[in-house]
């Protein structure tokens, strides 16, 4: 009996080891999942937009590569897209001024996309200040004007990004529908992706390199959403057109 009991003990010992052991695990995996979720807005803040109300914008970042940006702007000119907005790093800018140039004679609407690709929620603010800059300073020499938006490089920001950017004059802008492009998943599973875009969504799409397959796509992604009697906006042109959404940090 004497044995049964220590050898029980010694069974509720390892076992509530194995429990603290979950709970814990479960609890950081909680906490990393909440640090890195999106987040979109403060109850009393500055906002970061991801939808509007009525139409569709159709957006493209870039941080690198030397060859997917030129045929995409083809792609969009042939069919006929006037407005779309291109997120560029500033580092990727400063290499490709001659792209850069060719975006804004398109039309088509420039935002930052910082100036390295790096995660702000590891950056402390002064960090964050310093890259947003350093862009900033990339497109005035480029003499790119009147940019008002601005993306988290890797699309992870907490609220701290939101107060920055709002003393910077910038507007934060994630969105609603991401087509998964960069993973190369095919050109149909791109647009299987987009074709759950409604009006008011903003679309993620990407021009760097390691996006092989967004131009083959393109034409096709395109023709779902005109089939939806959509029209292609700017961003700009959809948060003041229309009530943009946010989600309020928690």
Do not use: C
């Not at 493209?60 to 045929?71: H, L, M, Q, R, V």
């Not at 042939?78 to 850069?100: C, M, Q, Y």
């Not at 590891?122 to 601005?150: G, M």
């Amino acid at each position: 009996m004497k044995f049964f009991m220590v050898f029980q003990a010694k069974n509720i010992k390892q076992y509530s080891l194995i429990l603290i052991t979950a709970i814990f695990t479960a609890w950081f995996l909680f906490v990393q999942n909440i640090l890195h979720a999106p987040v979109f807005s403060t109850e009393d803040g500055p906002k970061a937009v991801y939808k509007g109300d009525k139409n569709i914008a159709i957006t493209f970042n870039i941080g690198w590569g030397d060859e997917k940006s030129a045929p995409i702007l083809e792609t969009l000119k042939n069919e006929k897209i006037k407005s779309a907005t291109f997120f560029l790093s500033g580092s990727w800018a400063e290499r490709h001024p001659d792209t850069v140039a060719a975006i804004v004679k398109e039309g088509y609407e420039i935002g930052i996309l910082g100036y390295d690709y790096k995660d702000y929620t590891d950056l402390s603010d002064q960090e964050i200040i310093r890259d947003i800059s350093k862009a900033q300073e990339v497109f005035k020499k480029l003499n790119v004007k009147n940019i008002e938006l601005l993306r988290a490089p890797t699309g992870h920001f907490d609220k701290r990004l939101l107060k920055i950017s709002e003393n910077f004059g910038y507007t934060v802008v994630h969105w609603s529908i991401d087509s998964k492009d960069w993973t190369n998943p095919g050109v149909e599973r791109i647009v299987q992706n987009v074709s759950k875009a409604h009006k008011g969504d903003i679309i993620l799409l990407h021009a760097s390199d390691s996006a092989k397959q967004t131009n083959k796509a393109l034409p096709d992604l395109i023709e779902e959403l005109r089939g939806k009697d959509l029209n292609f906006v700017n961003v700009s042109e959809m948060i003041s057109n229309s009530s943009a959404r946010s989600e309020e940090i928690k």
